[in-house]
């Protein structure tokens, strides 16, 4: 029997308990980001460790006769299993572009206030990156646009709320849009006063298997015809969101459209009350 065989599956089988704990610790926040990745980091190194065992063994298990085969295979499958995803992910990081930041309006993003002040030090900036930015996004995600709408602002908003609970992100804040007077309307008609008119809704949202907190604003501004909604998706960590941001922003504002623009059902006609039933009436005898 191949030693080379039974230690690569042993630490093919340890790497994998290895890589669960470590997915369990990113998700639960147990340790700080950076040490909980090392330990991510480390189990796939395990991994790739133990297919290079395993491909040893089978050297010696081709050359000598050797027993120890289906521990080689199994340790391969193990590892191979480990590093597919990690390699996929490294593939689409070296295809998109360096950002961690997208929005619907690069010019006057919305800005993150209640998040600003939850975000550990460590994380990415909270300030857009400007020109720099807005041309990578606009290069890698042209379709990335804001919303326009002829639905009320409060009618957007409300939409906007039920989509983000619909999708279990957790809300840090939620202030309606306010309604204008008459000489807010005119400001608004001149281009004045348009962000204490807005209604904002700040969420975190969650990456699938990490579970990596990502932040969410939706801006719900008045105009002369409706409403534009505008929305930003940004990384905590990272240089790269691997798309992550770009498909959330397009999904959520996909969503939404989709109930806005969704026909009112038609009511039922009402059906009227049958009437009460009269008895006959009794035919009068006439005297001549």
Do not use: C
């Amino acid at each position: 029997m191949s030693r080379l065989a039974i230690w690569s599956r042993r630490l093919a089988l340890f790497s994998l308990v290895a890589t669960m704990v470590a997915v369990i610790i990113v998700r639960s926040g147990a340790l700080d980001i950076v040490p909980a990745l090392s330990t991510l980091a480390g189990a796939l190194v395990l991994a790739v460790v133990a297919i290079l065992l395993a491909f040893g063994a089978g050297i010696f298990i081709w050359r000598d006769g050797r027993g120890g085969l289906r521990h080689a295979v199994a340790a391969v499958l193990i590892g191979l299993a480990l590093i597919a995803y990690p390699g996929y992910l490294a593939v689409r990081a070296y295809q998109l572009p360096q950002i961690y930041d997208v929005t619907t309006d690069p010019i006057d993003p919305p800005q993150f206030d209640a998040i600003a002040r939850l975000r550990p030090r460590d994380a990415n900036p909270i300030v857009y990156e400007g020109l720099y930015a807005a041309e990578l996004q606009q290069a890698a995600y042209p379709d990335i646009e804001p919303e326009d709408t002829t639905t009320s602002p409060q009618e957007a908003f409300d939409v906007a709320m039920k989509v983000i609970t619909k999708r279990r992100w957790r809300v840090v804040d939620a202030r309606p849009p306010r309604e204008l007077s008459a000489t807010q309307v005119s400001d608004a008609r001149a281009g004045k006063d348009d962000h204490a008119r807005d209604g904002i809704i700040e969420a975190v949202a969650r990456s699938l298997i990490l579970g990596f907190r990502e932040d969410v604003v939706v801006r719900i501004r008045p105009t002369s015809d409706g409403t534009r909604i505008d929305v930003r998706s940004a990384s905590r960590y990272g240089r790269t969101d691997l798309g992550s941001n770009a498909a959330r922003v397009r999904d959520l504002l996909s969503d939404i459209d989709d109930i806005l623009t969704a026909p009112a059902a038609e009511k039922p006609p009402e059906k009227k009350p049958p009437r009460p039933s009269q008895p006959p009436a009794r035919g009068r005898s006439v005297r001549r």
